[in-house]
């Protein structure tokens, strides 16, 4: 062991330039899970972290168009210090009308916030609104073009802006909004009429609890005590349970392709460490001749290789902890919350482990063969047959592997979507090998054609010592993977061309009160007589049973189970909606009176296991609604209309306080004066510009081509990483091929032409091969995973795939120039 020791320090003294390539390959793809996994921690740590302040308190009760009653406020409460907020949309414009903006209007009570702190910029008025005054977020100020002291007019209420909101602390916990703050006391709120019967409003109850008391046991009881009222109950432990899921599963799948560029990295580990210990074959033969053992010679090369990995795998780590300082630099604005530097010990040795093992993985076949060199080689030059790796070798390998598929499925936050993937990596990796055998099997076969440089390239690609297997597997590998970022990217930045339809509406017009309707409709007649309008009935309530199952006493929701979560969407109707189509099931007369009946999305029902016939409950207003399912429908969800998970029949909901929406489809020339209109005579319906929300969510999917975009990188970087150590594996062979044909006349063109060839040929068989596992891998995230449309761009693709081919191509060729420029009498010397 010492002995083996001191030979491993004193050859790196000498140098570790042929290790550099397995130093830079175990950087990059430690990096990408370090990075990764450092980020998704911090974000979700910092999430916990502030749990009590983004929720607003221990507990959290929600309901919708409804306040607590005086039993249930009691309840609340008898547990701790209780906070109350009312938000809502609403219209915020000037007092001449000139301008009106949708606002996200937030009444507050005295002990708010109970967590965190509410702060107010620089030059405010005063801390807090109070009565007919409103705090309003910069960005409604900016399209108000108000400032403190200016007034706004929302609702029927005429408000003095004091300020401009600096910190709200319970923002993320409140989820998506369609339009910046707007934050009265609940005097203002009453002051602009806005809470009536049938508005769309969300009332939380946020309660602060005694230190020591268990938040979750407390939860359980109040949702115990009211189980069919409808409350949505949380505790500060799961503070933004949709920013959660989303950091999680985006999380993951940045994981696994980071884990995926790791594996690619690895062959790049393995084409290093092969040319570096090809190198050494003289070196080895000698220590071999004067009484080394093969132990000590495996063990000495051991030593130097576990030095250089473990350096470039503690380097990964160290870059990969600094990428969520990196991302809150360049972009912060964009999370949900800015976490703290801080390193995170779990992410960190997750990538740590998984760099030992790649390396692992790919050096012990190499190191095998160093250990079964012979001193006979040194008088063989290197038409000596390398050894096959033992049994106990290929033991060590298998159980690495399996040692990596465990951690990969055993940490993932969805073990069946990690186990798919690791699956579909493994067959692609068997595929790529078949592949390599086949190609190098194929050009053996094929007749020998009569252009010198053709018959030299297809040579190349079955000679003995040819590459190609290892080339086919690492370049296979990451134009797959490369391809199927490129299908994801091109969906995401996809979605919003191909799933608003071309005559969108221009409005969403909420809260139309029922009195109202009729004139609401005539005065869109009126000032817009081309505009298209479409009106509904709207009611809320979460589903508390389905199929005799109560939702409260399921210890699980179903997996994708989204209907459960909060309150759904509501109406009646006595004809199909647009957009639907009935696949099971009868719709019910026009003249239909008899006892509730209810048409359900048909993708739902097959997520709740429902069919026709059975029942589902729903609570509204805290009284519950039961209706039997008569039909099942497929909704088309992206035809930008009001489409409802649940649609009634007539004569179950009319009787509930309940408001109409509507769609307005117009020239754009008018929407202006029409929206002025609309604020002006009907202060309590909200107008939802169609162009601000694609806007809005144009940015989200922007965010998340960027991830898949950073990951493509690292994967592209990892992908040349492997190339450059492909051509380094066969250095010694380029070389002598290149003497050789230029003492018999060749010219360093024609050599490199061969190279060419040979290089475009794997080039073009790859990519072809890459397009297909590609796009059916993309598929498979865009519409499972993210459950997004497929809308892939296959122009886009097709150049993605075109530049990496030319990029092996170009790499290929620029790595073949040493060979092109060894001198023929010292390469003959020397090999």
């Known amino acids: 062991m010492k002995l083996a020791w001191t ?141 403190p002291g200016d007034h706004i007019r929302i609702g029927d209420a005429d408000l003095r802006v004091i300020g401009l909101i600096d910190q709200e602390p319970d923002r993320v916990g409140e989820g998506f909004t369609f339009g910046p703050v707007a934050l009265v006391d609940m005097d203002g709120l009453a002051a602009t009429g806005l809470v009536q019967p049938g508005s769309l409003y969300t009332t939380r109850y946020r309660i602060r609890l005694a230190d020591g008391v268990d938040a979750g046991v407390v939860a359980k009881r109040l949702a115990d005590r009211f189980p069919s009222a409808g409350w949505e109950v949380q505790d500060r432990t799961n503070a933004a349970p949709g920013t959660r899921r989303f950091i999680g599963r985006l999380g993951q799948f940045l994981m696994l392709v980071g884990l995926t560029a790791l594996a690619i990295a690895g062959i790049g580990v393995g084409n290093g460490v092969t040319s570096y210990l090809d190198g050494k074959r003289g070196a080895i033969a000698t220590l071999k001749a004067l009484g080394a053992s093969s132990r000590t010679i495996f063990l000495s090369y051991l030593f130097q290789i576990g030095l250089v990995a473990g350096a470039g795998i503690l380097a990964g780590i160290l870059a990969g902890s600094l990428v969520p300082l990196a991302v809150v630099a360049l972009a912060g604005d964009a999370l949900p919350v800015q976490p703290h530097f801080a390193l995170h010990v779990a992410p960190l040795g997750l990538a740590a482990a998984y760099g030992v093992l790649i390396a692992l993985l790919f050096v012990l076949a190499p190191l095998a063969r160093a250990r079964a060199v012979t001193p006979a080689s040194l008088f063989r030059g290197g038409v000596e047959t390398a050894a096959r790796p033992t049994g106990r070798v290929l033991a060590a390998i298998l159980a690495t592997l399996a040692a990596i598929v465990a951690l990969a499925i055993g940490t993932a936050r969805d073990p069946g979507f990690a186990a798919i993937f690791v699956a579909a990596v493994a067959g692609l990796l068997v595929l790529l090998t078949l592949l390599g055998w086949a190609v190098r099997a194929g050009a053996a076969r094929l007749p020998r054609s009569r252009r010198p440089l053709l018959r030299l390239a297809i040579a190349n690609l079955h000679r003995p010592g040819a590459q190609t297997g290892r080339l086919v597997v690492a370049l296979g590998l990451g ?97 199909p909606p647009e957009g639907s189509r009935i696949v099971e099931g009868q719709w019910w007369p026009a003249d239909y009176a008899g006892p509730p009946l209810v048409s359900l999305d048909v993708e739902a029902a097959r997520i709740l296991g429902l069919k026709v016939g059975d029942e589902i409950t729903v609570s509204v207003l805290g009284v519950e609604v039961p209706a039997t399912i008569a039909s099942l429908r497929e909704i088309k969800w992206d035809t930008m209309g009001f489409n409802f998970v649940l649609v009634y029949s ?96 060749a010219t360093r063109g024609q050599v490199l032409a061969a190279q060419a060839i040979e290089y475009a040929a794997l080039a073009a068989i790859l990519s072809l091969l890459a397009l297909g596992i590609g796009a059916a891998a993309g598929w498979y995230v865009v519409t499972r995973v993210f459950e997004l449309d497929w809308t892939t761009d296959w122009g886009v693709v097709g150049v993605t795939l075109a530049i990496g081919g030319f990029g092996t191509l170009a790499l290929g060729l620029i790595g073949s120039l040493p060979a092109l420029a060894a001198r023929p009498a010292r390469a003959l010397r020397e090999l």
């Open 650 to 745: 007539p004569g179950v909901l009319e009787g509930a306080p309940h408001s109409f929406m509507a769609t307005i489809a117009m020239p754009a020339a008018g929407e202006a004066a029409l929206n002025r209109e609309i604020t002006r005579d009907f202060p309590s319906v909200s107008l939802i510009r169609v162009k601000e929300v694609i806007g809005q969510v144009a940015d989200v999917l922007g965010q998340l081509s960027t991830a898949v975009r950073a990951a493509a990188s690292v994967a592209l970087a990892a992908g040349i990483a492997v190339l450059v150590g492909a051509i380094a594996a066969s250095r010694r062979s380029r070389v002598y091929d290149s003497v050789l044909l230029k003492l018999l006349g």
């Open 479 to 575: 134009l797959t993977l490369f391809a199927t970022l490129a299908v994801i990217e091109t969906n995401l930045s996809g979605q919003i061309d191909s799933t608003v339809p071309q005559r969108a509406p221009s409005f969403f017009a909420l809260d139309i009160p029922v009195d109202d309707i009729d004139r609401f409709r005539a005065l869109v007649a009126e000032r817009a007589p081309t505009a298209e309008v479409k009106t509904v009935p709207s009611l809320r309530g979460p589903v508390v049973s389905f199929g005799g199952k109560r939702v409260a006493d399921l210890q699980q929701l179903p997996e994708g189970a989204w209907i459960l979560r909060g309150d759904r969407g509501l109406a009646y109707s006595a004809a």
């Open 7 to 147: 030979l491993a320090l004193r050859d790196l003294r000498g140098g570790f330039t042929g290790l550099r390539l397995l130093a830079a390959c175990l950087f990059l793809g430690v990096m990408a899970l370090a990075g990764v996994g450092s980020l998704s921690t911090a974000i979700t740590s910092e999430l916990a972290l502030q749990g009590q302040s983004i929720l607003g308190g221990d507990v959290e009760m929600e309901i919708v168009q409804r306040t607590a009653d005086d039993t249930e406020r009691a309840a609340f409460a008898a547990v701790g210090t209780l906070s109350e907020t009312i938000r809502m949309r609403a219209m915020a414009s000037r007092p001449d009308g000139a301008q009106a903006v949708l606002a996200e209007l937030k009444g507050i009570d005295a002990p708010y916030p109970l967590y965190g702190e509410f702060r107010l910029a620089a030059g405010a008025l005063s801390p807090r609104p109070k009565g007919r005054e409103v705090a309003i977020a910069p960005a409604l100020a900016e399209r108000l073009d108000v400032r």
